[in-house]
């Protein structure tokens, strides 16, 4: 357990796999006690997925780090008690199960608030606990393509494509952190602790900005453009001789000291590239002067 700004804060995470554990693996780094609630004989399903660092799980030590670990049945009565007790010691519960689940184990939202009324609950699920798609379980790809990050990612005419990395259960993570931690602020104002409800899908639509914005003024349903920006140019990876060159100049400055140090400064005077809005309009055409330059270069 880290020393921060959350030290002396106890949760009882009772999360697994990866959006959950996540998050709680933040608020362990910011100084939190962390009190990790396992199922007997098989603990958090992620100890079992690679790679393995011998007996152990790589990825599940990497998402748990910092965490304190106790197994309990919440169907057993004494683990109950003993799974009672900690939360009344606690000053924040998270957990990520399918919507009614621990409503039906007698631990929902309505109970641990009545007898423990300080008591902040951060729930983590597919679609939140209110809608239509409510009581649906979800994975990361699932919300990745529902919330449109996976028509944006590859190039152009290719295949739906995920993100490299588990953004869906990473945004929720997140979002579900600012909200304890805000939530934390308003129980020292006022006493209270409160409900947070994260959806995923929800933050995945979040974090699309620059798409919902060109949807908003166009109407047109954004589509995917590889590593290229839509709207600042240049923006992408360019070939060069052997391999490839990141070059991301966002404004008409940056553009004209990149032409300079190309040794082709002069493609920053031509009238199509002097804005960035002109440039963005030309596009294909700077994309090819500048790959005349680089692919002469390493």
């Known amino acids: 357990m880290a020393e921060g700004p959350l030290s002396g804060i106890t949760i ?3 999360t697994r796999v ?3 554990p996540y998050c709680t693996m933040v608020l362990s780094d910011l100084g939190a006690r962390v009190i990790k609630v396992e199922q007997p004989g098989t603990g958090d399903e992620a ?3 690679g790679p393995f660092l011998g007996p152990v799980s790589g990825y599940f030590a990497s998402i748990n780090r910092g965490k304190e670990s ?4 919440l169907k057993e009565d004494n683990d109950r008690e003993v799974f009672r007790a900690l939360v009344g ?3 924040v519960l998270i957990e990520n199960y399918r919507p009614g689940v621990m409503k039906k184990l007698g631990f929902g939202w309505d109970v641990l608030h009545a007898e423990f009324p300080s008591l902040i609950y951060a729930a983590v699920s597919g679609f939140g606990h209110s809608g239509p798609y409510s009581e649906r379980a979800a994975y990361d790809m699932v919300v990745q393509a529902m919330g449109g990050v996976m028509s944006l990612t590859g190039h152009p005419g ?4 995920r993100v490299g990395t588990s953004m869906g259960d990473i945004t929720a993570a997140l979002f579900a952190a600012i909200g304890i931690c805000s939530s934390l602020y ?4 006022t006493g209270q602790g409160q409900m947070i409800d994260i959806g995923m899908l929800d933050c995945q639509v979040a974090v699309l900005e620059n798409a919902i914005a060109r949807y908003s003024a166009t109407g047109e ?3 995917p453009l590889g590593a290229r920006h839509p709207s600042i140019v240049p923006f992408d990876a360019f070939k060069t001789a052997d391999s490839h060159i990141i070059i991301a100049a966002g404004n008409d400055g940056l553009f004209v000291r990149l032409c300079e140090a190309l040794g082709r400064p002069e493609i920053a005077k031509d009238e199509r590239y002097l804005k960035n809005a002109l440039r963005a309009q030309h596009v294909d055409a700077l994309g090819a002067d500048m790959e005349s330059v680089l692919t002469t270069n390493s």
Do not use: C
Request: net charge negative; glycine share 18%.
């Open 89 to 91: 010691g606690a000053d």
């Open 47 to 49: 100890r079992g997925t």
């Open 18 to 20: 990866l959006a959950g």
């Open 186 to 189: 308003h129980r020292a104002q």
């Open 221 to 223: 349903i954004p589509g």
């Open 12 to 14: 009882v995470d009772m």
């Open 70 to 73: 106790i197994a309990l049945n």
């Open 158 to 161: 290719g295949e739906p494509t």
